[in-house]
């Protein structure tokens, strides 16, 4: 679709340059080769393209068909140059009694003539075709306009706009009369209803669906998804919104005689137009007839613009948020005294898990504590899991739950107790082992993992909790050039180093392993905030596959929100309040260790799919037990670490609830915060946590609390 607009603003471009002729300011034909893959052609109606000639590779009979989406296709034909010796004969061999014949016409028998020869050759080229056609009886016609010519019922899709309400009265009654025949139609302003018009200085033109243009510039942060103007060219623009060209009233007169150029077009009625009873009535006549005998489609502005454009739900989301950005920002003004208290109460129960399960040998924390009868302590590990510990240490120290001192000794002996094993060419933390005996219990190497414990050690450092001779002597054997190159990073799984720069992972950890002295790239550009640069990088995270709240909203409290960061939370947080508006559903999505098999569960967004289909939940195990509605169900949690995550990065009413939810049910006394609890009946994972939801509470909890 990217590519079809592109293609229609260069032709746009190209022609006003030529000829200055407004109407020919808007192809409605592009070609392709036919030994070439041929384009989606749903993607080029949206940016305006209604008709496609395929260039044959050799000659053959010509056909014309609708495909796509009432779009003319046009194949096969005879292939002449215009500078051949032989052009009359191959003229003549034309069949008149063929339904239509179609000719492609190439310039490259004339590439050696130049200035009198070449305006000779040219005239006695045009001169034979003239002949031929007046020899054949043939009749020729443009491409667009072959189907009012050759009875191809091709209608032409049109959005009825009624101008704002006059003082008579007019308007209104013609807007009463369309509803009594069941017309579609929208409103300029006035109380805006969904998909109605609004001027651009209206009290309600930042929140109106559609935007009346007089050609001017638009806010980019407007929520208008359309905007309709008489010099707007059809298709989506820079600003990611689909323009549509307005026909004046009298085009209703002819709406048997519109050409494809001038179809998806916003036909405007204004109250001169409909000024009598008598004048209402012709123009419902005109109406009524041009669309009961398959001239027209007639639509609202909603249905032309979804029947334009191609459904793409990244673009769908990108106007939903944009939309959210206004009417659900991030509140401001801080805490009260009150939910400040409640949020200290929240830090020292988080940090009790830290107090209770660290391993006084090693100084590391446990992994996943369950305090059900036959539960455990398990003891494994990740790097992952240490970053927890590091930042849970940090927050600590900040909210005056241990002392400084206390804080420094702890990630000190905790990173100087991390394990090392040969792998490859050199030494590097195992994926898993065992906080308490450091045993490995997983082989490999896990990248994202390390460019947190990377990020997490960066800001114990610049607190003055850890020194650089420390990291040092910790790590300084490590060999994570094996895992950084060329820009991306590679983690290594079952004994193989696998690429894994395409992930969600990538640009949060791109800081912490420039702290460990490694160059990795990031993959989103940062040009500018434009919607232009915003939808390429919506498109750019749904190719990396479902999001979720981390590790963006980690990234967003541990080293800044970035204009990436922000929109990809901007996407999920209108997703999830949506849904909520939506359905009564609460979502709170994470990564997450559950009580039960199995037990661990990957829960996401995929921002190109629409529908319930659009969250999915991934784990360890056969794709069709994933799949399923019932495991979705049985399996989703509201996460207690986004939950505060949520809180912190985005200040909501939503998000507020969130956390009472998670206050309400999710605390296990003297132990922690459970992970979460079922989003279908609230009931938490009882007497079961781990390292990660205590660890980032506390960290999103200094977060809140830190002065502004």
Not at 238 to 263: C, F, N, Y
Not at 505 to 525: E, H, K, M, N, R
Request: glycine share 8%; hydrophobic share 40%.
């Amino acid at each position: 679709m990217r590519g079809a607009h592109e293609l229609m603003r260069a032709e746009i471009a190209a022609a006003s340059v030529e000829s200055g002729a407004s109407e020919a300011r808007f192809p409605v034909s592009f070609f392709q080769r036919a030994d070439g893959p041929l384009a989606d052609l749903s993607a080029y109606r949206s940016a305006g393209f209604r008709v496609r000639i395929v260039r044959p590779e050799r000659n053959g009979p010509a056909t014309v068909q609708l495909e796509g989406r009432d779009q003319l296709s046009i194949t096969g034909g005879r292939l002449l140059d215009l500078f051949d010796p032989d052009l009359t004969a191959r003229l003549a061999n034309l069949d008149p009694a063929a339904g239509v014949s179609v000719l492609h016409l190439s310039l490259a028998g004339g590439t050696d003539l130049s200035d009198a020869p070449l305006a000779v050759a040219a005239e006695a080229a045009v001169a034979a075709i003239d002949a031929a056609i007046g020899t054949l009886g043939l009749r020729p016609v443009l491409a667009r306009d072959y189907f009012l010519l050759a009875g191809t019922p091709v209608p032409r899709d049109i959005a009825l706009l009624l101008d704002a309400a006059d003082p008579e009265g007019n308007i209104e009654a013609f807007a009463n009369d369309l509803v009594s025949r069941n017309l579609p139609f929208s409103r300029t302003d006035g109380p805006l209803a969904p998909g109605d018009c609004a001027l651009p200085a209206s009290p309600g033109a930042t929140l109106a669906d559609c935007i009346l243009s007089p050609g001017g510039l638009l806010s980019p942060t407007d929520a208008a998804s359309t905007v309709v103007g008489p010099h707007e060219a059809n298709g989506l623009g820079d600003d990611i919104r689909m323009h549509l060209r307005q026909l004046d009233a009298e085009a209703a007169a002819r709406l048997d005689r519109l050409t494809l150029a001038e179809s998806d077009r916003v036909l405007a009625i204004a109250a001169k137009d409909v000024a009598s009873r008598p004048m209402r009535a012709r123009m419902m006549r005109w109406l009524e007839d041009g669309q009961n005998q398959g001239y027209v489609r007639l639509h609202d502005l909603p249905a032309l613009r979804d029947r334009v454009m191609v459904s793409d739900p990244v673009i769908r989301r990108y106007w939903s948020l944009r939309r959210r950005r206004l009417t659900d920002p991030p509140a401001t003004g801080g805490h009260s005294r009150a939910e400040r208290a409640r949020l200290m109460e929240d830090a020292v129960l988080a940090w009790s898990y830290f107090q209770r399960h660290t391993y006084a040998e090693t100084g590391l924390v446990a992994g996943t504590v369950s305090g059900n009868p036959g539960g455990r302590v398990n003891s494994e590990i990740t790097l992952w899991d240490v970053a927890s510990q590091i930042n849970a240490l940090i927050a600590a120290a900040e909210l005056g739950l241990t002392d400084t001192q206390a804080a420094s000794e702890a990630i000190r002996k905790a990173v100087a107790s991390l394990p090392a094993e040969r792998l490859g060419q050199g030494l590097l933390p195992p994926s898993n082992f065992s906080g308490q005996t450091l045993r490995t219990t997983v082989r490999g190497f896990d990248s994202c993992d390390a460019g947190r414990f990377g990020i997490a050690l960066a800001r114990a450092e610049a607190r003055g909790l850890i020194d650089g001779a420390d990291i040092e002597q910790a790590l300084g054997r490590w060999t994570l050039d094996q895992s950084i190159r060329e820009g991306g990073h590679f983690s290594n799984r079952d004994g193989r180093w696998q690429d894994t720069t395409e992930s969600h992972c990538t640009d949060y950890i791109v800081p912490g392993f420039a702290f460990l002295g490694q160059a990795l790239s990031p993959l989103y550009d940062r040009p500018d905030p434009s919607p232009e640069s915003e939808i390429v990088t919506l498109y750019r995270a749904a190719s990396l596959g479902a999001i979720s709240t981390e590790p963006y909203a980690l990234q967003a409290i541990e080293t800044g929100m970035d204009g990436p960061t922000r929109l990809i939370l901007d996407a999920l947080f209108d997703a999830q309040l949506g849904w909520f508006q939506e359905t009564g559903q609460i979502r709170c999505i994470s990564e997450a260790p559950i009580d039960r098999p199995p037990w661990f569960i990957y829960s996401g967004l995929r921002i190109d799919v629409e529908g319930p289909d659009a969250w999915v939940i991934g784990a360890i195990l056969r794709e069709a037990e994933v799949a399923s509605e019932g495991f979705r169900r049985a399996n989703e949690i509201i996460s207690a670490k986004a939950a505060y995550l949520w809180s912190a990065v985005y200040p909501h009413a939503y998000n507020d609830r969130l956390v009472a939810i998670i206050r309400e049910r999710a605390r296990i006394p003297g132990v922690g915060f459970t992970v979460g609890v079922y989003a279908d009946s609230l009931e938490p994972m009882r007497n079961y946590t781990d390292i990660n939801t205590n660890g980032i509470i506390l960290s999103a909890i200094a977060h809140m609390l830190r002065p502004a």
